[in-house]
């Protein structure tokens, strides 16, 4: 078994080595090999910071490892740990950590993330004892193409080049995960819609900001302002997006804090249904 650092030559061997790993995860992952190159790259994966395991030149597990800043330090992001069923029980995830980790700190990353199942009580304790302390839990909603809004109260929405950060900073009571962050939606910038809520009733102002990725049916951050919500900004920003879809596509909006009690309400008034659950954790490095 040999434990290496990744190469760009890699690339093509880690869509089928997901497809294999995650083939019986408790929620359904099975991306084209378009959808998972774009998961990679608003990820942020960084080839030259991940690891693979490879028995007899088969990639057998990799660990893809994203950098940049979090919370005003340099940090490491697990996108994904995967390890094909004829391989596991054999502490390869551990191992490649162990790998990753050192040369992570030495580069001068001080903190490394992740997000595991809540209902993945193994994995929970194998990276508790890995030094990983919980942090935030994390809902995913769904949100069946049937209940989609199709209007909604005295807002204009109109469609923008690009995201406004500031803007939709204001906006939130909450910091987006790593894959909903800014820093994720500047990086996918393909496929992107950029949605504005504005209020007909307050010279225009905008009061409202959505991102969505049609292809997958994401809706990666949702807004609006404190004083205008409950008044049907975010419903106009959902039925402006329901357009972007296919007909029969759910939507669905990942990584919602389980205290973020404006955006649980939204959501569970619109008939969503939680499909995972997550828990944020991160360790130092």
Known sequence: MEIRTLTEADRPLLHPLFLEAFGD?????????????????????????????????????????????????????????????????RGLAGALLDHAAPRLAADGYRRFLLEVLRDNAPAIRAYERAGFVAGRRLECFELPAAELPRAGGP????????????????????????????DAVRRGAEGRVVLA????????????????????????????APAHRRRGAATALLAAARKHLAPDAALRAGNVPADAAPDLALWRA????????????????
């Open 25 to 89: 995860y408790a929620v359904a992952l099975r991306p084209d090999a378009g959808r998972f190159a774009r998961m990679l790259v608003r990820r942020g994966v960084a080839l030259e910071r991940s690891v693979g395991a490879f028995d007899g030149g088969r990639l057998v597990a990799a660990m893809a490892v994203a950098v940049g800043d979090w919370l005003g330090a340099p940090t490491a992001y697990d996108v994904f740990t995967g390890v094909v069923p004829s391989h596991r029980g």
């Open 155 to 182: 807002f204009e929405v109109v469609e923008l080049e690009r995201p406004d950060p500031e803007a939709a900073r204001a906006f939130a009571d909450w910091r987006p995960s790593w894959q909903n962050s800014d």
């Open 197 to 224: 809520a504005r209020d007909s009733a307050d010279g225009g102002r905008t009061v409202g900001h959505a991102v969505l990725y049609p292809a997958e049916a994401d809706l990666a951050q949702l807004a609006v």
């Open 270 to 285: 619109l008939g969503a249904r939680v499909f995972a659950s997550q828990q944020e954790m991160e360790r130092a490095l």
